[in-house]
């Protein structure tokens, strides 16, 4: 058996690079489809958005392959499964932008490691321990928090965006069986494809013609969609999740940053604060399973 090799630190230095660029573009992406939710129904944005994502991927499949048998796929039923909860996913998420401040969205988001971690346990049989039990439930204080019922009483845009956060989870503890198993852009185009085909109707029944610039919106976040994707995947094929996931939350940063210069949107003390408690409790999170598998 060959000796497993530890990453060189500029290999390391590359994979937050990645992250750092995918969060970025993912941010966008969430900036872009809250000003197209002004004009468009949210079937139509999560179609055509995967129609300019999967055009995008075939052609560079096609540039760097010359052919497109690396799509070749043993989990064909894994990935259509998955796709229910992308679908879900995104909708959820894209409505809940309908509703919500940028940054707010976000922030209630982030939840998704915590329903990742105690979801692990029921579903996949993995063993959670008192620490990481300990912090889910202090990261649901900070959900809690995030949320503002005391202000305003739970608003039907955070119920979507916790939504969104639990269907997310779902769909990566499905993913697990096949680390190491599949293709990272397999998994990306299959998700994208078979959940483009399932919004399709639905899309064709809301249809409104873009504008000029509509059609830019759309285009420019299909490409904001591939390369999130895509530098993800660079980023997690050597990095570590306990390594990248402090470089997810800067997302919270840009969400407050665009929601700001475009809509003039402050985030309140309270959201700020539940979201501080619930990167607290996901960052342990990570540190303790990156110690359980070194151990």
């Given at each position: 058996?060959?000796?497993?090799?530890?990453?060189?630190?500029?290999?390391?230095?590359?994979a937050?690079?990645?992250?750092a660029?995918?969060?970025?573009f993912?941010?966008?992406?969430d900036?872009?489809?809250?000003?197209?939710?002004?004009?468009?129904?949210?079937?139509?944005i999560?179609?055509?958005s995967?129609?300019?994502?999967?055009?995008?991927?075939?052609?560079?499949?096609?540039?760097?392959?010359?052919?497109?048998h690396?799509l070749?796929?043993?989990?064909?039923?894994?990935?259509?499964?998955?796709?229910?909860?992308?679908v879900?996913?995104t909708?959820?998420?894209?409505?809940?932008?309908?509703?919500?401040?940028?940054?707010d969205?976000i922030?209630?988001?982030?939840?998704?490691?915590?329903?990742?971690t105690?979801?692990?346990?029921?579903?996949?049989?993995?063993?959670?321990?008192?620490?990481?039990?300990?912090?889910?439930?202090?990261?649901?204080?900070?959900?809690?928090?995030?949320?503002?019922?005391?202000?305003?009483?739970?608003?039907?845009?955070?119920?979507?965006?916790?939504i969104?956060?639990?269907?997310?989870?779902?769909?990566?503890?499905?993913?697990r069986?096949?680390?190491?198993?599949?293709?990272?852009h397999?998994?990306i185009?299959?998700?994208t494809?078979?959940?483009?085909?399932?919004?399709?109707?639905?899309?064709i029944?809301?249809?409104?013609?873009?504008t000029?610039?509509g059609?830019?919106?759309?285009?420019?976040?299909?490409?904001?969609?591939?390369?999130?994707?895509?530098?993800?995947?660079?980023?997690?094929?050597?990095?570590?999740?306990?390594?990248l996931?402090?470089?997810?939350?800067?997302?919270?940063?840009?969400?407050?940053?665009f929601?700001?210069?475009?809509?003039?949107?402050i985030p309140?003390?309270?959201?700020i604060?539940?979201?501080v408690?619930?990167i607290?409790?996901?960052?342990?999170?990570?540190?303790r399973?990156?110690?359980?598998?070194?151990?």
């Amino acid at each position: 058996m060959l000796p497993i090799t530890a990453p060189t630190t500029k290999a390391l230095y590359r994979a937050m690079l990645f992250m750092a660029v995918g969060v970025f573009f993912f941010s966008v992406l969430d900036a872009l489809t809250k000003k197209l939710t002004e004009d468009y129904g949210t079937w139509q944005i999560s179609a055509t958005s995967r129609v300019i994502t999967i055009t995008i991927m075939m052609f560079m499949i096609l540039h760097r392959h010359r052919g497109l048998h690396v799509l070749r796929t043993s989990f064909v039923r894994t990935h259509l499964m998955r796709s229910v909860l992308v679908v879900a996913t995104t909708w959820t998420f894209f409505e809940c932008l309908r509703y919500l401040e940028l940054a707010d969205a976000i922030a209630i988001a982030f939840a998704a490691p915590l329903f990742i971690t105690a979801m692990s346990g029921p579903i996949l049989g993995e063993k959670v321990g008192w620490r990481r039990w300990t912090a889910v439930l202090i990261g649901f204080v900070g959900v809690v928090v995030a949320l503002e019922p005391g202000r305003h009483g739970i608003t039907w845009g955070a119920i979507l965006a916790l939504i969104a956060a639990i269907t997310y989870a779902m769909g990566q503890i499905w993913l697990r069986p096949l680390a190491g198993r599949e293709q990272g852009h397999n998994i990306i185009f299959y998700s994208t494809l078979f959940s483009g085909l399932a919004v399709l109707g639905p899309a064709i029944l809301e249809w409104q013609w873009p504008t000029p610039m509509g059609w830019v919106l759309f285009l420019a976040q299909g490409i904001c969609s591939t390369i999130a994707q895509l530098a993800m995947v660079r980023a997690f094929r050597v990095g570590e999740a306990s390594l990248l996931a402090p470089l997810e939350y800067t997302a919270l940063i840009w969400a407050g940053l665009f929601g700001y210069l475009f809509w003039g949107d402050i985030p309140t003390l309270q959201v700020i604060i539940g979201a501080v408690i619930i990167i607290c409790a996901s960052l342990y999170i990570a540190h303790r399973e990156a110690q359980k598998r070194k151990a």
